[in-house]
T-cell receptor, first 114, second 115 residues
């Protein structure tokens, strides 16, 4: 069974600085998708970024980028120029190419220090 | 325009009652899901429906019954509510056929509190 591990329950970063959130996963599959979702206090689940496993190029969305290391099964999220609005729970998630369900990590709570 | 909407946003009820949470998506997606987020923020899938057909049914008590009247709606009925059912329930949708999006889009969540 696939698993997703986020080893950092909480992190803090100074406003305007860069922070990296870690995620590792375990799977025997070769085709899959990886996601980072953000859950602010409003609790809405917002997709931040996604990565297809067959793509070697790391996904980027404005200030958000990932470091996808397929062999190491690592999928970290880098947030550049951190803003107060980035404060939220961040969930790393895995989805198989053949299965509908998304498997979530336990989340990392990110605090932004003014 | 809310892509995935859920009602109600908050639901407080007594143990033993029967309640429903409604979900609607206007994205034209063919697959809908229910997730449960517990007090520790752990998110886990409960059900998945594709074109009104049940695809995923995780280990969920049969007190929980999803109902999909059409592709745009997936309602969650819960009978004989228990204290442990208190959680935030998220509905999500995606497009799986023809040109799959794979990405799931979530509703705002429904916080259920069982007293």
């Amino acid at each position: 069974a696939q698993t997703v591990t986020q080893s950092q329950p909480e992190m803090s970063v100074q406003e305007a600085e860069t922070v990296t959130l870690s995620c590792t996963y375990d799977t025997s599959e070769s085709d899959y998708y990886l996601f980072w979702y953000k859950q602010p206090p409003s609790r809405q689940m917002i997709l931040v970024i996604r990565q297809e496993a067959y793509k070697q190029q790391n996904a980027t969305e404005n200030r958000f980028s990932v470091n996808f290391q397929k062999a190491a099964k690592s999928f970290s999220l880098k947030i550049s120029d951190s803003q107060l609005g980035d404060a939220a729970m961040y969930f790393c998630a895995y989805r198989s190419d053949w299965d509908d369900k998304i498997i979530f990590g336990k989340g990392t709570r990110l605090h932004i220090l003014p | 325009d809310t892509a995935v909407s859920q009602t109600p946003k908050y639901l407080v009820t007594q143990m033993g009652n029967d309640k429903s949470i409604k979900c609607e998506q206007n994205l034209g997606h063919d697959t809908m899901y229910w997730y449960k987020q517990d007090s520790k923020k752990f998110l886990k899938i409960m059900f998945s429906y594709n074109n009104k057909e049940l695809i995923i049914n995780e280990t969920v008590p049969n007190r929980f019954s999803p109902k999909s009247p059409d592709k745009a709606h997936l309602n969650l009925h819960i009978n004989s509510l228990e204290l442990g059912d208190s959680a935030v329930y998220f509905c999500a949708s995606s497009h799986e056929e023809e040109t799959p999006t794979e990405t799931q889009y979530f509703g705002p969540g429904t916080r259920l509190t069982v007293l």
